[in-house]
């Protein structure tokens, strides 16, 4: 007989996973542990810090786990074992003998339209490339990376909003959360048969790394304009400003697109109109709007044009 209330073991690290631990809390699922990865150096200070999923639980007097490895032995000799495991942005792969453990399998919350972006950065992947859909895929964790069987998906339309990468991390994490909620009675019932996934039609996105954010000036202005809301706060688009006096690293924290062009065609070129800092890209310039020199605080273009007035006529690298 099925259990009407299935024990479940969360793995998990980031915000992303808060809103579907709760939603689990919240339903009054029994959550027998967590596996979240290890407290982290953050900061300039390097001050250890937990991640949130850790610090949530022992809100919630849940036993956290994270070991360095994760082995079958463990749930033999050390952790608790559950009827069905869940997995909202851990981080690591989990092993075919970890996943083989819960008689229900393991239910893995990912940010895209599965198999559309597989990876580490499916919400950021889908802000550069412009799609006008993404959503929330629940799939059946597998050994391979968001390879499993689709078994439930909601989608989440974009259109031409020019929506912001915290904005829409929100909106895809209480999706997630709902549909999860939605989804657990009908697939352990057997009421939902997994489909697999169409590898033929699978994207591919890889972790971020800083040097992501700098910018190529050659580029158009819209997919600089995307960059800008996909890498804020992390890892920040960003470009250096060579200087008589020393070669600055410039963070663009917010822009905008216009069509208008300086009179000379230098990606890069940093020109003003009125009181608008703009800079010429490969197609069209970019609005420069708050923007932050490095260890100082961010300014509005105009203010960035009043304090810095040797920026205009410069070659941004």
Same mark, same amino acid.
């Given at each position: 007989?099925? $259990?009407?209330?299935?024990?479940?073991?969360?793995?998990?690290?980031?915000?992303?996973?808060?809103?579907?631990?709760?939603?689990?809390?919240?339903?009054?699922?029994? *959550?027998? !542990?967590?596996?979240?990865?290890?407290?982290?150096?953050? !900061?300039?200070?390097?001050?250890?810090?937990?991640?949130?999923?850790? =610090?949530?639980?022992? +809100?919630?007097?849940?036993?956290?786990?994270?070991?360095? +490895?994760?082995?079958?032995?463990?749930?033999?000799?050390?952790?608790?074992?559950?009827?069905?495991?869940?997995?909202?942005?851990? %981080?690591?792969?989990?092993?075919?003998?970890?996943?083989?453990?819960?008689?229900?399998?393991?239910?893995?919350?990912? @940010?895209?339209?599965? $198999?559309?972006?597989?990876?580490?950065?499916?919400?950021?992947?889908?802000?550069?490339? /412009?799609?006008?859909?993404?959503?929330?895929?629940?799939?059946?964790?597998?050994?391979?990376?968001?390879? %499993?069987?689709?078994?439930?998906?909601?989608?989440?339309? =974009?259109?031409?909003?020019?929506?912001? #990468?915290?904005?829409?991390?929100?909106?895809?994490?209480?999706?997630?959360?709902?549909?999860?909620?939605?989804?657990?009675?009908?697939?352990?019932? !057997?009421?939902?048969?997994?489909?697999?996934?169409?590898?033929? +039609?699978?994207? #591919?996105?890889?972790?971020?790394?800083?040097?992501?954010?700098?910018?190529?000036?050659?580029?158009?202005?819209?997919?600089?304009?995307?960059?800008?809301?996909?890498?804020?706060?992390? @890892?920040?688009?960003?470009?250096?400003?060579?200087?008589?006096?020393?070669?600055?690293?410039?963070? =663009?924290?917010?822009?905008?697109?216009?069509?208008?062009?300086?009179?000379?065609?230098?990606?890069?070129?940093?020109?003003?109109?009125?009181?608008?800092?703009?800079?010429?890209?490969?197609?069209?310039?970019?609005?420069?709007?708050?923007?932050?020199?490095? %260890?100082?605080?961010?300014?509005? %273009?105009?203010?960035? *044009?009043?304090? #810095? @007035?040797?920026?205009? /006529?410069?070659?941004?690298?």
């Amino acid at each position: 007989m099925l $259990p009407v209330n299935p024990t479940i073991f969360f793995f998990g690290t980031p915000e992303f996973a808060l809103p579907v631990f709760n939603a689990l809390i919240a339903e009054k699922y029994h *959550l027998v !542990g967590v596996v979240t990865n290890p407290d982290e150096p953050v !900061g300039r200070k390097k001050i250890f810090t937990s991640p949130p999923v850790k =610090i949530f639980a022992e +809100k919630h007097s849940i036993p956290v786990f994270h070991p360095e +490895k994760l082995k079958r032995e463990l749930w033999d000799n050390e952790i608790p074992s559950a009827d069905l495991f869940v997995v909202a942005a851990y %981080g690591k792969i989990i092993p075919k003998s970890v996943l083989a453990i819960p008689k229900f399998g393991t239910l893995n919350i990912h @940010p895209s339209l599965l $198999p559309r972006w597989r990876g580490a950065s499916p919400i950021q992947s889908a802000i550069l490339a /412009g799609d006008a859909d993404t959503g929330v895929t629940i799939m059946q964790l597998d050994e391979r990376m968001d390879h %499993g069987p689709i078994v439930a998906q909601h989608t989440a339309h =974009i259109g031409d909003r020019k929506i912001l #990468y915290r904005e829409l991390h929100d909106k895809l994490a209480d999706v997630g959360a709902k549909l999860l909620l939605e989804t657990i009675p009908d697939y352990i019932s !057997g009421a939902i048969t997994p489909v697999a996934q169409d590898d033929s +039609k699978a994207t #591919y996105c890889t972790p971020l790394t800083k040097d992501d954010g700098r910018i190529d000036w050659t580029r158009t202005a819209e997919e600089i304009e995307r960059m800008v809301r996909a890498f804020n706060p992390w @890892p920040g688009t960003w470009t250096f400003w060579p200087n008589s006096d020393r070669t600055n690293r410039l963070r =663009i924290d917010e822009a905008d697109l216009t069509p208008d062009e300086p009179p000379t065609h230098s990606p890069g070129l940093v020109w003003q109109k009125e009181k608008t800092l703009l800079v010429k890209t490969g197609k069209g310039s970019l609005v420069v709007k708050p923007a932050t020199l490095e %260890g100082k605080k961010s300014l509005i %273009g105009s203010d960035l *044009l009043r304090g #810095y @007035p040797q920026l205009v /006529g410069s070659l941004l690298v």
